[in-house]
């Protein structure tokens, strides 16, 4: 079979896609870091400001697809820029707002506009290259989007420590300014002519509402009561809207998520395990990040809590290159497995810290629990579109980008209540702040031990998952895996 031509996306789009995604995921990962800060100056709970963080998944959740379909319908290019307009915006908010409400609304403006950006800003990549540069020019893309995850924690520490933390949301808004000329100039507007100009209006909202009242009532469960009828009747909401949801998209003609394509067990596994590791990853670091900079765990700086979730945040990046050999020797579904299992023990070993730990005790399951995440994550994404057919491989995208977020979303809040109550607990039974403080982190950890667990489970579903595309391809969709599953079908094999 022919080579595919091998076409290099310009400088302009490499430019104002990888940059655009640095700057999204870079402000996304800092802002767990900023909270006490952020609490300190607005004069709000971190329990309240905890919706800065569940509510920017929360609503990225419901938009990232539909943000996509929007950009090829009416073009890429143009949601693209709206999406870099929305960003500024949500940054100006966020920084001049003097109160708790001003901060979570901002986020969650930041929630659809980081979606539509990085939702756009990978297919204007993909649509303006192809053959190997296409691979080069996603790999670069996510190597950015990785970057500014692992980096984003520390810039804003230092940050919060010289400009305070409104500096990052300026300096943020400032790099997005100047992407939306360069792409204006330099980024040829494209769509998709084949594409049902039908918006699925009526499943962004629904996702919406299954999502919004899990999220309170694992929030306010502890304050409410667990069978109080305010907890319950969130639970009702959500369980109609879902009902409702999937009675939408059984009749809509452009369907948020295609639910037949859930019939595809390697599709469900791999979605799955996106979730878990997801979900895993933000409730880590929003959870490390209270303790680390409270008085009562080791009090440090922010600038000092960022520099001490790096190591797991490299991990993650240093295992990339061994991933896509290694899920070729083992298969897809066992390098799922075995990532599971390296996390499951990193977090079980976290789950007997106590008051006396220091930082160096946290460094060796840091990095196992965060080599076995990223290890989980690379073949979770290459399997999520490599088990589907080339005309389902962006619906199938659209499931585990979508998967991303619901579980960023739901494992926060459930984390953030377990802190809570355990450490509240442990208080009235008369321990001190710091053993308290110590005991939720540990039931934290003990909970994603759980959930790690059961991750393991899922080589059930993709032990026939194998690596079926170009080592270019599998190393691209290793390198995005942290952002986002990248919707490029593999290159068909030579003859």
């Known amino acids: 079979m022919a080579a595919r031509e091998d076409r290099k996306a310009g400088g302009g789009v490499l430019f104002a896609a990888c940059v655009s995604a640095l700057v999204v995921n870079a402000n996304t990962s800092a802002v767990t870091i900023l909270l006490p800060s952020i609490s300190q100056d607005v004069d709000a709970p971190i329990a309240q400001l905890q919706w800065a963080v569940t509510g920017y998944s929360l609503v990225g959740a419901a938009v990232i697809v539909t943000s996509g379909a929007l950009g090829d319908v009416l073009g890429r290019r143009k949601v693209f820029i709206a999406g870099l307009g929305l960003f500024i915006a949500s940054c100006a908010l966020i920084a001049l707002s003097t109160g708790a409400a001003g901060v979570v609304g901002g986020r969650m403006i930041q929630g659809a506009s980081g979606a539509t950006i990085l939702a756009c800003g990978m297919s204007l990549l993909s649509v303006a290259s192809s053959g190997p540069s296409q691979m080069k020019a996603v790999t670069l893309w996510g190597a950015a989007s990785a970057a500014g995850g692992a980096l984003g924690p520390l810039v804003g520490g230092v940050l919060v420590d010289t400009t305070g933390w409104q500096g990052l ?9 100047f992407c939306v000329p360069v792409t204006l100039r330099t980024v ?6 084949n594409r049902s100009r039908s918006i699925d209006w009526a499943g962004t909202v629904l996702v919406a509402l299954v999502l919004a009242p899990v999220v309170l009532a694992l929030s306010k469960g502890n304050d409410w009561g667990w069978a109080s009828v305010a907890t319950l009747g969130c639970f009702a909401v959500a369980i109609v809207s879902l009902y409702l949801f999937v009675r939408v998209e059984r009749r809509v003609s452009a369907p948020l998520v295609d639910l037949d394509l859930l019939r595809n067990r390697i599709l469900v596994g791999a979605t799955l395990a996106i979730l ?26 922010a600038f000092e809590a960022g520099l001490a979730t790096l190591p797991a945040a490299a991990a993650m990046i240093a295992i990339t290159p061994a991933i896509t050999p290694l899920a070729g020797k083992i298969g897809g579904g066992r390098a799922v497995g075995l990532g599971f299992a390296l996390a499951t023990l990193g977090f079980a070993v976290l789950a007997f810290v106590t008051a006396s730990w220091t930082y160096a005790a946290f ?3 840091l990095l196992v629990l965060s080599v076995g995440l990223g290890l989980a994550n690379g073949p979770a994404s290459s399997g999520s579109t490599a088990a589907v057919s080339a ?3 962006g619906s199938a995208a659209g499931i585990s980008n979508m998967a991303r977020y619901v579980g960023a979303a739901v494992a926060v809040a459930a984390i953030a209540m377990i802190n809570n109550a355990v450490t509240n607990n442990h208080k009235a039974a008369g321990e001190s702040a710091s053993d308290s403080l110590a ?15 059961a991750g393991v489970l899922l080589i059930r579903l993709l032990r026939r998952h194998h690596a079926t595309g170009t080592p270019a391809v599998e190393r691209a969709a290793a390198a995005a895996a942290s952002a986002h599953t990248i919707p490029i079908e593999p290159a068909p094999a030579h003859a």
């Open 169 to 177: 949301f300026w300096i943020d808004a400032a790099i997005a300014a």
């Open 188 to 193: 040829q507007e494209s769509r998709d002519p």
């Open 276 to 301: 878990l590791v997801a979900g895993s990853i933000n409730a880590l670091m929003y959870v490390l990040s209270l303790y680390f900079q409270d008085p009562n765990g080791f009090g440090m700086s």
């Open 363 to 365: 460094v060796a399951p």
């Open 391 to 393: 005309d389902q491989v």
């Open 439 to 453: 005991a939720g982190l540990g039931s934290c950890a003990l909970t994603m031990a759980i959930w790690s667990a």
